[in-house]
């Protein structure tokens, strides 16, 4: 039943709700308080995104607790396991830089997704510039949070080709224009960071496009047994 | 015999008038050592609280039953980190740095609250705690709005706010819960049962052995002994649990017309002392668990003072 909701609302709000349950796991473990406070604020951000963007596409908590893996239509890099902080950041980096970009262009459009990225939009810079200073210190620190900064892009690298796979629903946006600009900006990130763009495919034969189609890599099961398994334990109640 | 300047002798009756006429002692006025020592204690043990008090509810992050309760909980976890933020800056206006504070907390030789070295078994435990132990919070807390340093004052009045909005939200959820189906009324039953003891035990010892109770009191940190706040605490309690619809889990309670208070009984201070020596159900998980991110951490820290260093950004 769940499959005939075809709205864009509904992969961009699984993006976000995935990426703020992943965020909500450093909870008490950030390397320093003020990143206990960043991070939180950025969940939350993203948690607020989700919740408007699943209304619109039904009920937010059927949406978010009912589904089965399958089901989902999150971009596989938001599901990936935090990894340590380096792996966050580079996610973040490429998860930001990509949604900003595509809120700008929502907020400026006719869609029922404009005035939620007109609002998200400004929420969605501050995530970039968190991300990029970030992975300056990290980049330009330590040797070792150099190694580490360069291994985190490295390793998420082959998921950001699925990015800029045409949403369904948003197909007439500049994809293309989204995937340069985007290239463009990463690229000024690392360079000033003394790190270097990964090299390789940015598009997997199993990674480009598999997450909106409900294709998931193997973590994402054991995140929805946690966040779904006290809803589903309790099935018809209020909380 | 040690003898004391004239000038001490000054310094110390401007300190006691600027007290005994309810003015604020500030970071760079003269003050006694011990009133020092005494402060940066409490504050950091205060700091530490809120740091460690982000791990019992931060276990339910990632299983929060609605989206809704989801946001609300990672606000208020956030928040927690926020005035460990406020506290620490407000122990190092007496001298010490947050370093030093968290490498005493590492090490064990400072304290934090021992109520969260209790675990957080089921969902209505965020209730509970949010009810019970912020509704313990803002109980020591309110008065210390008015203590005589300056800097804390300040931090508590920003604390207070926003420690009673959290009660506020942990009481409406025991309420969803206690008015839901009979598994959540259950569940919030036994949550207030495990929750209710521990909460009386926040005021600290009985009058008759608090040890820093008296100098606190004269020095006006501290306003009201720890059994008054604990009484006043039950007397609050009582009528909101019956409006829960939920029962406190204490067969002396009654009402006491002579006092115009709530009698209850015994606490068990043997348990409390217990918990305070590091032998409660959570003590050794919750330090490892802080220790752990702040060494795992350690790469990062270092990582942005390289990079401050290189590119002249002051770093804290």
Not at chain 1, 76 to 89: C, K, M, R, S, Y
Not at chain 1, 96 to 112: K, P, R, V, W
Not at chain 1, 197 to 219: I, K, M, N, S, V
Not at chain 2, 191 to 197: I, L, P, T
Request: aromatic share 8%.
């Amino acid at each position: 039943m769940r499959d005939t909701v075809t709205t864009p609302a509904l992969p961009l709000g699984d993006d976000a709700l995935i990426l703020s349950h992943r965020l909500g796991e450093w909870a008490g473990q950030a390397p320093v308080l003020e990143e206990e406070v960043a991070l939180a604020n950025i969940a939350l951000d993203l948690l607020g995104q989700a919740r408007v963007l699943l209304s619109l596409a039904g009920d937010e908590d059927e949406l978010a607790y009912l589904r089965e893996e399958r089901e989902f239509r999150n971009l596989q890099l938001v599901e990936q396991p935090n990894g340590d902080f380096a792996h966050t950041i580079a996610r973040q980096l490429y998860f930001s830089t990509y949604q900003e970009l595509l809120f700008e262009q929502l907020a400026d459009g006719d869609t029922e997704l404009a005035p939620l990225a007109g609002k998200a939009v400004k929420e969605v810079a501050y995530h970039r510039d968190h991300a990029t200073q970030w992975t300056l210190r990290l980049g330009d620190g330590t040797d070792e949070s150099r190694t580490r900064m360069q291994h985190a892009l490295d390793a998420l690298w082959r998921f950001t080709g699925e990015m800029f796979e045409p949403v369904p629903g948003l197909e007439s946006l500049p994809w293309a224009t989204f995937h340069d600009v985007w290239t463009t900006r990463i690229t000024a990130t690392v360079e000033q960071a003394t790190l270097r763009l990964p090299e390789g495919p940015q598009r997997g034969a199993w990674t480009a496009g598999a997450g909106r189609q409900g294709l998931h890599t193997e973590p994402f099961g054991r995140l929805l047994a946690e966040m779904q398994h006290l809803h589903r334990s309790h099935p018809g109640a209020t909380w | 015999m040690t003898t004391i300047a004239p000038e001490e002798t000054a310094r110390e009756a401007v300190f006691d008038a600027t007290v005994a006429a309810e003015e604020r002692i500030e970071p760079r006025d003269w003050m006694p050592d011990a009133y020092r020592s005494t402060l940066v204690r409490q504050i950091a043990q205060h700091a530490h609280s809120e740091i460690i008090g982000m791990q019992p509810e931060a276990n339910w992050i990632t299983r929060a039953p609605s989206l809704r309760r989801k946001a609300i909980l990672m606000a208020k976890v956030q928040d927690e980190a926020g005035h460990g933020l406020y506290l620490y800056s407000a122990a190092e206006t007496l001298g010490t740095g947050r370093d030093e504070l968290l490498d005493k907390l590492h090490s064990g030789r400072q304290k934090y609250s021992s109520i969260f070295n209790y675990p957080t078994l089921t969902w209505a435990d965020v209730g509970a705690i949010g009810w019970l132990v912020d509704g313990a919070a803002i109980t020591n807390q309110v008065p210390l709005c008015r203590c005589s340093y300056g800097p804390y004052a300040r931090a508590m009045v920003r604390i207070c706010k926003e420690e009673s909005f959290h009660q506020r939200q942990g009481y409406e959820l025991l309420l969803t819960l206690s008015r839901g189906t009979e598994a959540q009324h259950a569940m919030a039953q036994d949550a207030v049962d495990r929750w209710w003891w521990p909460s009386l035990m926040m005021f600290g010892p009985p009058d008759d052995e608090s040890s820093h109770s008296a100098q606190s009191m004269a020095w006006k940190i501290k306003r009201h002994s720890n059994d008054e706040l604990r009484q006043r605490f039950v007397d609050i309690c009582v009528p909101q649990a019956e409006t829960l619809g939920l029962t406190l889990p204490d067969p002396d309670l009654t009402w006491n017309e002579e006092r115009g208070h709530w009698d209850f009984g015994p606490i068990d201070w043997a348990e409390f002392r217990e918990v305070l020596k590091g032998n409660g159900p959570c003590n050794e998980q919750r330090i490892s668990r802080r220790r752990q991110a702040h060494e795992e951490g350690a790469w990062v820290r270092e990582a942005a003072a390289a990079h401050a260093a290189k590119h002249g950004k002051a770093t804290r």
